[in-house]
């Protein structure tokens, strides 16, 4: 089975703090993306990376960046969390090919106060 | 661009019961359609996913349809069990190349009434 592992399930920080948000995939995915899901706006692409050390932009990538140095590993950065950060973010990966089936990790509640 | 949309939010239908959800999207344009489910506080994990040249895909109790043309999905589950429920989303991949990114529309809550 794909695997999605994403660090922490739940995460409390404090304004202004640097965040980061771990997802590892076991399946040799190609593509990695970011998400952010809040009641009544739906799953928002934050970032994506077709492959190592490279990244897209997504819909909302103010106020966050991305690192990607191995093909496992997409790393979310909050360089300076604010209360307006407080989200599900939601990590997943697929083949590259377009449209692949998406496997999700289970989600990280940050809570930023 | 493009949007994607559920109705309702929100369904409740006594066990046993076929249902039908729905998903709309403005844009015929797509590469393909996929539908997930949510648990409460869980990521979202594929269903089905249905490519642009197909009119339906079938795994189980879950039929999804798919018309481009008229901008619409719908996802059948038939025998409806209280394990069904969940928060079921669908999304769209853009048909132009090189575009992996998923819109998605906030989804259908659902709960089966035992």
């Known amino acids: 089975d794909v695997k999605v592992t994403q660090s922490s399930r739940y995460l409390v920080k404090r304004t202004g703090e640097k965040v980061f948000l771990e997802c590892v995939q076991d399946m040799d995915h190609e593509n990695m993306f970011w998400y952010r899901q809040d009641p009544g706006l739906g799953l928002r692409l934050i970032y994506f990376?077709?492959?190592?050390?490279?990244?897209e932009k997504g819909d909302i990538p103010e106020g966050y960046s991305v690192s990607r140095e191995k093909k496992e590993r997409f790393s979310l950065i909050l360089e300076s969390a604010s209360t307006n950060q407080t989200s599900m973010y939601l990590c997943?990966?697929?083949?590259?090919?377009?449209?692949?089936?998406?496997?999700f990790g289970s989600g990280t509640q940050l809570s930023v106060l | 661009k493009q949007e994607v949309t559920q109705i309702p939010a929100a369904l409740s239908v006594p066990e046993g019961e076929n249902l039908v959800l729905n998903c709309s999207f403005t844009?015929?344009?797509?590469?393909?359609l996929q539908w997930f489910r949510q648990d409460p506080g869980k990521g979202l994990t594929s269903l089905l996913l249905?490519?642009?040249?197909?009119r339906e895909q079938t795994s189980g109790r879950l039929n999804a349809s798919l018309d481009k043309s008229s901008g619409r999905s719908t996802l059948y589950i038939a025998a409806s069990q209280p394990g069904d429920s969940a928060t079921y989303l669908c999304a769209v991949v853009a048909a132009n190349f090189g575009n992996e990114k998923l819109t998605f529309g906030t989804g259908t809550r659902l709960t089966i009434i035992p």
């Open positions: 990376s077709y492959d190592v050390k490279m990244k």
């Open positions: 249905i490519q642009s040249s197909q």
């Open positions: 997943a990966s697929s083949f590259v090919y377009q449209g692949g089936k998406l496997f």
């Open positions: 844009d015929s344009a797509i590469y393909n």
